[in-house]
């Protein structure tokens, strides 16, 4: 049966035309999509195992400072659902314990609905997290300490606590091993006077050839390679870290002769950028001159 060319023709670019719009919509939508799935799950993490087990100690600290949990007098009617001590009017819990009253009237007038605790302590648990420790409450006040902490360990107590705090650390077994793995990465990021452990000469970032020659990876020097090594290759060696995009923590380690290492006019901010941004955020200044032209509309040819 005979193809009416012209009708393919016409088919062909319409798809095409199709798809480009649709590339060009998700485009649009990944980086807003992916940034707002990468905070939820910061946000979540903290939440998990940082603001939540805070949060219940706070609990337990409150219900223990607050609690007041009263036990009948021998010789009182068993079922008595209110009773009087010091003048204040305790009611009485399945468990045959007695809490204030005004304790219970909140619970009933705030949660309604809500099945009353059986002992004390689960009552004011109950209590004091629904009005203490509400979120509009807890998140402010955690921000707040958790910066002015950060301050104070920052300012003041970074070398003393630090010190101590590894002294620690480094006497279990197995937990050691991991934790000094990553303070090193941390302390090569995030540190300003790293002394020994990181001269200079180490915070930079290099280009290698990798995976293969012609192809070009953006790494970290971390430090010296194994010691083998340099033998094997007969000339100084050294360890470069590669981040992968977009979870920069799955790093590769690579070993690799110094002299084939090209030192590259970045900062390690603007290195990661450029590996998370998978090559997309350049600084100006690497910028070849055709790109920055083409970037700056006063110097667009017309």
């Avoid at 921000?143 to 279990?172: N, P, S």
């Avoid at 110094?258 to 955020?281: E, P, R, W, Y």
Wanted: net charge positive; charged share 15%.
């Amino acid at each position: 049966m005979p193809v009416d060319t012209h009708t393919a023709r016409r088919v062909r670019p319409k798809s095409r035309m199709l798809r480009g719009v649709l590339l060009r919509g998700l485009s649009l939508l990944l980086p807003p999509i992916l940034t707002i799935v990468i905070l939820l799950w910061v946000v979540n993490t903290v939440e998990s195992y940082v603001l939540l087990p805070v949060k219940l100690s706070a609990r337990e600290v409150l219900v223990w400072a607050m609690a007041d949990i009263r036990e009948a007098p021998p010789g009182t009617i068993s079922n008595q659902t209110t009773m009087q001590f010091e003048g204040q009017a305790y009611t009485r819990l399945s468990s045959g314990e007695y809490v204030p009253s005004m304790v219970v009237d909140w619970l009933r007038r705030n949660l309604p609905g809500e099945p009353l605790p059986a002992t004390g302590e689960a009552v004011y648990r109950e209590y004091v997290e629904a009005r203490h420790l509400q979120p509009q409450i807890v998140i402010p006040v955690f921000l707040c300490v958790f910066v002015l902490l950060l301050y104070l360990l920052g300012k003041f107590l970074a070398k003393e606590i630090g010190g101590l705090f590894d002294w620690g650390i480094l006497h279990l077994p197995i937990v050691r091993k991991v934790y000094t793995a990553v303070k090193q990465v941390t302390d090569f990021v995030f540190g300003e006077n790293l002394g020994d452990n990181f001269p200079a000469y180490y915070r930079r970032v290099v280009a290698i050839e990798y995976p293969r020659p012609g192809l070009w990876s953006i790494g970290l020097v971390m430090g010296e390679a194994v010691n083998d090594v340099s033998t094997v290759v007969k000339e100084p060696c050294v360890t470069v870290m590669l981040p992968t995009s977009p979870a920069l923590f799955t790093v590769k380690p690579v070993m690799i002769a110094q002299s084939k290492t090209h030192n590259i006019n970045m900062t390690i901010d603007q290195a990661l950028q450029f590996v998370i941004s998978c090559g997309v955020v350049l600084p100006n200044h690497q910028l070849s001159l055709n790109t920055a032209n083409t970037n700056d509309p006063s110097k667009r040819t017309q």
